[in-house]
């Protein structure tokens, strides 16, 4: 099935350091969402994103979304240890076809 | 408030086996989805049931069939299990409001592994 493009496959950063996170896709979606998956649990959405180039900050996190609907990124600032873990766009489109379309993941690795 | 919930954690079964994995909604949610996610994939979507009907389904064969009971909850059945049917089930759940049925929120999955 398809899937939106992100990479790398992994990131290593240092705590208190940015990071940014970028996804991908040939298609267009109408909203674009950003997940954190824990080991053993589900993911959690983190940020949700409605319009072309909106913009959208939860705490440390701020994520855009491309003026082009195909893409969209998201900023971790000031990294922390609890920020560890894997990180997935969705994009989705509304009405009737809301089935989420994932990306591969980044796992986000935080040095101390 | 309960979250979306799952049973069982882990389930493992030999291939030509039968599966039923079980999905409680999150409180006031109307809509179930499920989702496949192989180990270092993002999950990918099986079908969505509504108002106990499949309103969508993506592109998995016919051994898998679900059902939406009057509670809301759901169910996920996979027939003639194989080997690449291994990975973690994912349950989402969301509600449809004027239209806006984004926001799907996932329980912690059921682990299969087929022998």
């Known amino acids: 099935g398809q899937q939106l493009n992100q990479s790398p496959q992994s990131m290593f950063i240092q705590e208190g350091e940015d990071v940014s996170m970028n996804c991908t896709s040939s298609s267009i979606f109408n909203t674009w969402l950003w997940y954190k998956q824990d080991p053993g649990e589900g993911p959690v959405l983190l940020i949700a994103l409605y319009k072309a180039g909106e913009l959208t900050s939860n705490g440390r996190l701020t994520a855009q979304f491309g003026i082009t609907r195909k893409d969209s990124f998201l900023n971790i600032s000031a990294s922390i240890p609890s920020d560890v873990g894997i990180y997935f766009c969705a994009g989705q489109l509304t009405g009737a076809n809301s089935k989420l379309t994932f990306g591969k993941g980044i796992t986000l690795s935080v040095r101390p | 408030d309960a979250g979306v919930t799952q049973s069982p954690t882990h389930l493992i079964k030999t291939r030509g086996q039968q599966v039923t994995l079980r999905c409680s909604p999150k409180?006031?949610?109307?809509?179930v989805s499920w989702y496949q996610q192989a180990l270092g994939q993002g999950p990918q979507f099986i079908f969505q049931?509504?108002?106990?009907?499949?309103?969508q389904r993506g592109n998995f064969p016919d051994r898998f069939s679900g059902h939406q009971f009057p509670n809301y909850s759901s169910e996920l059945n996979v027939n003639a299990l194989l080997l690449g049917d291994s990975a973690l089930y994912l349950c989402?759940?969301?509600?449809?409001?004027?239209?806006?049925?984004?926001?799907?929120?996932f329980g912690p999955g059921t682990r299969l592994t087929v022998l």
């Open positions: 049931y509504y108002e106990e009907e499949e309103r």
């Open positions: 409180s006031g949610h109307d809509t």
């Open positions: 989402a759940s969301s509600l449809v409001f004027q239209g806006r049925d984004n926001e799907q929120f």
